[in-house]
Structure formats: C-alpha cells, structure tokens
C-alpha cells in the first residue's frame, strides 16, 4: 500500500468521520484505492456502490479542499462509475 493510500486514508477518515450510506470506492490512479462506508475508511479494492477515479494530483487537491469535486468531475479529472447520488453526498461533505 502506498504512502499516498495511507495519507488519503488519514486524511478521509477526519472529513468523513460519521461514515456514508453505503459503499464508496477512490482509486487513486497508480496509487491504490481506498473504500469509505458506514465503518469508516480504509484501504481496499472491494466492490462498491460507486467507484470515484482520479490521478494523485487531483486527488490530493479535493483532500486539501483546492479543488472542487463536482469541477473536477465536469472537467473531466474525476471518473464516476455507480451511484451518482452517493457520489454527490461524497462531493458536498469533500467540499
């Protein structure tokens, strides 16, 4: 698992401490992927109900709060693949 996974990890868990209803996947391209459900987040490549992909840059910068998830996503830097919904709960507590 990379530093990059692990720091994601770390950095998700705070913003997302209550969990989400249901099952969410990041891959961060050439890095890892990570799930986020009710539990919490950790590192993994399970299934889920929707599957966010992004390049480490993009990332990061959702995580620091740089960028906009839906921006990125209309930019075409963020791949959704699933629930949309789920994945705009995601986008507005990221934001």
């Given at each position: 698992?990379?530093?990059?996974?692990?720091?994601?990890?770390?950095?998700?868990?705070?913003?997302?401490?209550?969990?989400?209803?249901?099952?969410?996947?990041?891959?961060?391209?050439?890095?890892?992927?990570?799930?986020?459900?009710?539990?919490?987040?950790?590192?993994?490549?399970?299934?889920?109900?929707?599957?966010?992909?992004a390049?480490?840059?993009?990332?990061?910068?959702?995580?620091?709060?740089?960028?906009?998830?839906?921006?990125?996503?209309?930019q075409?830097?963020?791949?959704?693949?699933?629930?949309?919904?789920?994945a705009?709960?995601?986008?507005?507590?990221?934001?």
């Amino acid at each position: 698992m990379s530093d990059v996974v692990n720091a994601a990890v770390a950095a998700l868990g705070k913003k997302l401490s209550g969990g989400i209803p249901g099952t969410a996947k990041f891959v961060i391209e050439g890095e890892g992927a990570l799930i986020v459900d009710g539990t919490g987040v950790r590192a993994g490549d399970d299934d889920a109900d929707v599957t966010l992909t992004a390049d480490r840059e993009t990332f990061e910068g959702i995580l620091s709060g740089d960028v906009n998830p839906t921006a990125a996503f209309m930019q075409g830097k963020l791949a959704v693949d699933g629930d949309m919904g789920l994945a705009m709960q995601l986008g507005a507590a990221l934001s």
